[in-house]
C-alpha cells in the first residue's frame, strides 16, 4: 500500500510538472506571435511601397522633374524604415530567384518550363515572410 501512495505521489509531480511546462510554453508563444495578425496586414503596406518603387523607370528616378525624384527617395525611405522596424521584431522576408523551392515556404502559382534549374524558384510574384520560425505569407512564386 505504501509503495502505491509513493507511485501515485509520484505521478502526481510528475503530472504537475508536465503542466507548469505547457503553461510556460504557451506563454511563451503567446509573447512570441502576439503581434501576427498585425505584421500580416502591415505585409501589404510594404507591398504597396515596393510597388510603387517599381512602377517609376529608372531613367524618370534621376531624371530633370525634382518632384519626382523627391518623391521616389521618400516612398524608397519609408521601404528601408519599414524593412528595419520588421527586422526589428523578427519579420524576415524571403523568395529571391534561383532560390530552392521549398512547399513549405513558396505556394507555386505556374510552373517555368526552364530545365537548366529544375526545383528553384524562377520568379517571384509576391516575397513571403516569417516572424520569427513560423511563415506568416508564403512567397508566390513561379517555379521551374
Not at 500580416?40 to 517609376?56: F, P
Not at 528616378?61 to 526589428?88: C, H, W, Y
Amino acid at each position: 500500500e505504501i509503495k502505491e501512495l509513493k507511485e501515485r505521489v509520484l505521478r502526481s509531480l510528475a503530472e504537475e510538472e508536465n503542466v507548469r511546462r505547457i503553461a510556460k510554453r504557451d506563454v511563451d508563444n503567446a509573447h512570441t506571435y502576439a503581434n501576427t495578425s498585425f505584421a500580416k496586414a502591415m505585409l501589404e503596406v510594404a507591398d504597396d511601397l515596393e510597388r510603387a518603387i517599381a512602377i517609376v523607370p529608372q531613367d524618370k528616378r534621376t531624371g530633370e522633374d525634382p518632384a519626382l525624384k523627391s518623391l521616389v527617395e521618400g516612398i524608397e525611405m519609408t521601404d528601408k524604415n519599414l524593412q528595419k522596424i520588421f527586422t526589428k521584431f523578427g519579420i524576415v522576408k524571403y523568395g529571391k530567384v534561383d532560390e530552392v523551392f521549398d512547399p513549405h515556404h513558396h505556394d507555386a502559382l505556374y510552373q517555368i518550363p526552364d530545365a537548366s534549374k529544375p526545383g528553384t524558384i524562377g520568379m517571384v510574384v509576391k516575397a513571403g515572410y516569417k516572424l520569427k520560425d513560423r511563415v506568416i505569407r508564403a512567397a508566390q512564386v513561379g517555379a521551374r
